[in-house]
């Protein structure tokens, strides 16, 4: 799996068709699958730099098992928490900041014990190492949509010309 760094590289590619959407593929525009990725990144970054490294304790998890492991997240299978919806106006503006702030947070990963950790709402507690292969796979897993809504979009936009 590709690192963190790629995603957000590959992400701010997209900004500047943040306002694209296709219901076929999402009902949200890519410049929510981008705010949203980011949010995911900034909160699980805080959250992990408050955690109290000596309470955490590994439990065996089936669901966080299979994602991690086959570095896939279904569609349409899990809700986020509202913490981490975009709310109000999506702008370029908005979306550079939060890419800011997210590249900013990750240099943080780096000074943080390996068992800071944050507990996810269908994998447990996860620590600093399961959390940057889950901040990768659910980065993905945004990345992708956000490529299927760009391509379809081309793709209507050729055959109207």
């Known amino acids: 799996m590709k690192s963190i760094d790629h995603f957000l590289n590959e992400l701010n590619k997209y900004i500047e068709l943040y306002d694209k959407t296709d219901s076929s593929i999402s009902e949200s525009s890519i410049g929510w699958h ?27 998890n089936f669901w966080r098992t299979v994602v991690l492991t086959s570095g896939k997240i279904p569609r349409g299978r899990g809700k986020a928490p509202k913490t981490v919806l975009p709310n109000g106006i999506i702008s370029r503006a908005i979306l550079i900041q939060s890419l ?25 507690l996860l620590n600093l190492k399961t959390t940057r292969s889950f901040l990768s796979i659910h980065t993905n897993h945004h990345l992708k949509i956000i490529k299927d809504i760009a391509n379809h979009s081309l793709s209507i936009s050729k055959t109207q010309n």
């Not at 800011?100 to 447990?124: E, I, R, T």
Request: aromatic share 14%.
């Open 34 to 60: 981008i705010e949203h990725s980011l949010k995911v990144i900034n909160q699980i970054i805080s959250v992990l730099e408050k955690s109290k490294p000596d309470e955490y304790k590994w439990r065996f």
């Open 100 to 124: 800011n702030n997210a590249n900013l947070n990750l240099v943080k990963l780096d000074n943080l014990d390996q068992n800071a950790f944050f507990l996810h709402p269908y994998f447990g």
